[in-house]
C-alpha cells in the first residue's frame, strides 16, 4: 500500500506541475518553453499512472481523489490561496472515497 500512495503522489505532483506550467504559459504569457516543459510531464504522469497494481479504472478512480486533495495543497502551497471550509470538507470526502476504494485489491 505505500508504494500505491507514492505512486499516486507521485503521479499528482506530476499531473498538477505539468498542468501548472501549462496554465502558466498560456494563461500567464510565460515563455513556449515553459509549456512545454510541462507537456513533458504530463507524459510522464501517464507513464507513472501505469506502474500501479490496481486496475485501470480502480487507478483512475481512486487517483481522481487524490488528485482533488493535492489540487487543494497546491492552490494553498504554490498559489498562496487558502482552501475554505467547504474545500477541506470535498476533499476530505474524496479522500475517504479512495480508501474506500482501494481496501480491497
Do not use: H
Amino acid at each position: 500500500m505505500l508504494r500505491a500512495i507514492f505512486l499516486f503522489i507521485l503521479a499528482g505532483v506530476s499531473e498538477i506541475g505539468g498542468g501548472y506550467l501549462i496554465w502558466q504559459w498560456l494563461k500567464n504569457e510565460k515563455p513556449l518553453w515553459v509549456g512545454i516543459v510541462g507537456a513533458a510531464i504530463m507524459i510522464l504522469y501517464g507513464v507513472i499512472a501505469t506502474r500501479q497494481e490496481f486496475s485501470f479504472g480502480k487507478t483512475y478512480a481512486a487517483y481522481g481523489g487524490i488528485f482533488i486533495v493535492m489540487a487543494v495543497l497546491w492552490g494553498w502551497l504554490i498559489d498562496k490561496r487558502l482552501p475554505d471550509w467547504s474545500e477541506w470538507l470535498g476533499a476530505g470526502i474524496c479522500l475517504v472515497g479512495v480508501f474506500v476504494m482501494l481496501l480491497k485489491r
